[in-house]
């Protein structure tokens, strides 16, 4: 059974920094694309960014292009976004999400993925 477990949001300053973690189990994680959406209240799940499986491609969106990195660590299963500059608007909550099928692309990660509970994130202005 793959489980997907997420930690590392918080309150932080605009302006300020985090990382959030994902730590996957039941799969080999270098097999598989993985990413991060986001969704703030009353408004729709967004993808952030997604990593493919062989770490070479990376994608954001343009909001946060220059101010945040994803990252994967192989050995440890585990999946990283390290957010700098963080502003009001990041504030939501962080989902992670590992593509159900291996070795397939992040175009097709929202509609075919194993789901984290999610992490709040809420910068204060």
């Known amino acids: 059974q793959v489980q997907v477990v997420e930690s590392g949001g918080g309150l932080v300053q605009a302006g300020g920094s985090l990382r959030l973690s994902c730590t996957t189990f039941?799969?080999?994680?270098?097999?598989?694309?993985v990413g991060w959406f986001r969704q703030a209240p009353g408004k729709e799940r967004e993808g952030v960014s997604c990593?493919?499986?062989?770490?070479?491609?990376?994608y954001y969106i343009d909001s946060v292009k220059g101010r945040f990195t994803i990252s994967r660590g192989n050995a440890k299963n585990t999946l990283y976004l390290q957010m700098n500059s963080l502003k009001a608007e990041d504030t939501a909550t962080y989902y992670c999400?590992?593509?159900?099928?291996?070795?397939?692309?992040?175009?097709?990660?929202?509609?075919?993925?194993?789901w984290g509970q999610g992490t709040q994130v809420t910068v204060s202005s």
């Open positions: 999400a590992v593509h159900r099928v291996r070795q397939w692309a992040c175009t097709s990660l929202r509609s075919n993925a194993y």
């Open positions: 990593i493919a499986y062989s770490g070479k491609s990376t």
């Open positions: 039941g799969l080999t994680f270098d097999d598989y694309a």
